[in-house]
């Protein structure tokens, strides 16, 4: 495969994982007095989805809209990007050597 086929493959499978991490509940990262903690569980009335960072947002009620958060967006497309692109080079490598 070469070099073209490999991004191009890599970029739709990253933009792939990233809207099916999209129904994966998220953790969502927070600050508190200078330090990082994650948030497990669901904020009150809210669910939050993406891996590695949170892009969408639920809010429980009535005829809300769903939140988009597009820079979580776009940091997971490109997290999952590189992902798959390292995954595809050590396999043509792997298969190189055999």
Known sequence: MNSIKTGIVAIVAGIIVTVVTGW???VLLYTVAGGLHYLM???LGASNYGLPL???SVIVYPGSPTNYH??????DVVFWVVIVWVVLLIAMKLQKKK
């Open 70 to 75: 597009i820079i979580g967006l776009v940091v």
């Open 54 to 56: 949170v892009w969408r």
């Open 41 to 43: 569980e669901p904020l």
């Open 24 to 26: 994966i509940p998220g």
